[in-house]
């Protein structure tokens, strides 16, 4: 069984601080994990995926994750927050087929001036 | 690559009428795509698999009748929202799966952009 846990259902930073946004999963087989980025009334764009090589993942807009299976957690980083960056945040659990998809709750990044 | 396109975008209708919602794979075939809605500050709840050349497979709950989804070929699925009622207003995205097998090599996902359905 699959699970994934976004232990934060809202972050606020200010423009070019630090962004972490916290993802814990749970799986019985070794699964990809992805980061989705979604804008208001928009689908859903891939910022990052994890999928058994490099632990370290670099995404798009300067975003990157970490996987790190002792303490089952794949969270979200960015070195400076950007106004553009705010948006809602999914962490998403898969497995290698993409037939059993687990979405997390999402986070909503807020980004101050 | 692996661009997924859906339309429409926003649709407003009458209730008691139907909608169609297309999902379509731009420049990759796809055996299977996937139905979710969205409710305001939700995450997404997977609905419907959708099977080219086959029924549909429903999430438990998902009125099968109210939510016709047919996928007629491998680049494209439609979810039709029967007889909508107010209730039925939401964001609705479908997903797909590149290859004709049916199998990713990494369990990614390309998302459509979403419609917004709103049922006066």
């Known amino acids: 069984a699959q699970s994934v846990t976004q232990l934060d259902s809202h972050v606020s930073v200010s423009e070019g601080t630090p962004v972490l946004l916290r993802c814990n999963y749970s799986s019985s087989y070794s699964p990809s994990l992805f980061w989705y980025v979604q804008h208001p009334n928009k689908g859903l764009q891939l910022l990052l995926k994890y999928t058994s090589a490099a632990t370290l993942v670099k995404g798009i807009n300067g975003f990157e994750a970490e996987f790190k299976k002792s303490e089952t957690s794949f969270h979200l980083t960015k070195p400076s927050a950007h106004m553009s960056d705010a948006a809602e945040y999914f962490c998403v659990v898969s497995d290698r087929g993409g037939f059993k998809t687990i979405f997390g709750a999402g986070t909503r990044l807020f980004v101050k001036a | 690559g692996a661009v997924v396109s859906q339309h429409p975008s926003w649709v407003i209708c009458k209730s008691g009428t139907s909608v169609k919602i297309e999902c379509r794979s731009l420049d990759f075939q796809a055996t299977t795509m996937f139905w979710y809605r969205q409710f305001p500050k939700q995450s997404l709840m997977l609905m419907a698999t959708?099977?080219?050349?086959?029924?549909?497979?429903?999430e438990q709950g998902v009125e099968k009748d109210k939510f016709l989804i047919n996928h007629a070929s491998l680049t494209l699925s439609t979810l039709t929202v029967t007889s909508a009622h107010p209730e039925d207003s939401s964001f609705y995205i479908c997903s797909a799966i590149p290859g004709t097998s049916g199998i990713g090599d990494t369990g990614e996902l390309f998302f459509g952009e979403g419609s917004r359905l709103t049922v006066l």
């Open positions: 959708s099977n080219e050349g086959s029924k549909a497979t429903y």
